[in-house]
């Protein structure tokens, strides 16, 4: 378990002696660290590892960083060994997230002067660009306008616009002639 001496000691046949000592070294094993984090679908993350000289991946590839954009939660299994020999086997886990899916629902028409309210759906946050940190957003937009709604869930996030159209203005008017007999 530590540096220890061994002596050992000859007999010859006429009873001669002589004795011989040899040191047995026990380095420590590296401490080897690795990284782990929780990522977005579709993104990527470098794994960092140190406490070794050289490094071995079970994925293929040697070096102190691995560039990884896995699909589904993986566990990266590395080994380092350091100058004496000695090697260390440490797991990292990159939990994948599932990416939200906003909708800010279907484009539509408004009468001039009128309002609406947008209803956005698909995440666990919401957030309307200029307006408020809710699913639900009442506009009264002057022109046609297109509104936008971040949806965050599990700290991953996706975007969806809608467009508010103002109509035309109706102008009524009467036909025909404005004079009848009686009855």
């Known amino acids: 378990a530590t540096t220890t001496t061994y002596t050992v000691t000859g ?3 006429n009873n001669c002696k002589n004795t011989a000592t040899a040191i047995v070294v026990v ?6 660290t690795i990284t782990s984090d929780t990522i977005c679908f579709g993104t990527s993350y470098t794994i960092t590892v140190a406490g070794a000289n050289t490094y071995a991946w ?18 990266y299994t590395v080994t380092g060994t350091d100058g004496n020999g000695c090697t260390d086997t440490e797991i990292g886990v990159v939990t994948v997230n599932p990416l939200p899916t906003a909708n800010a629902g279907g484009d539509m028409t408004i009468c001039p002067g009128g309002s609406t ?3 956005a759906s698909g995440g666990g946050t919401y ?11 009442n506009v009264s937009p002057a022109l046609t306008t ?3 709604v971040t949806v965050t869930l599990i700290g991953c996030t996706d975007s969806d616009q809608v467009v508010v159209t103002i109509g035309a203005n109706i102008v009524p008017s009467i036909n025909g002639t404005s004079t009848i007999c009686d009855g």
């Open 11 to 13: 007999t010859d046949g």
């Open 58 to 75: 079970s994925i293929g590839g040697t070096g102190a960083t691995k560039l990884v954009s896995p699909a589904i939660t993986t566990t």
């Open 117 to 119: 309210t947008l209803n």
């Open 146 to 148: 297109t509104y936008t």
């Open 127 to 137: 957030q309307w660009n200029g307006g408020p940190a809710t699913a639900s957003y």
């Open 27 to 32: 380095n420590p094993l590296p401490t080897v």
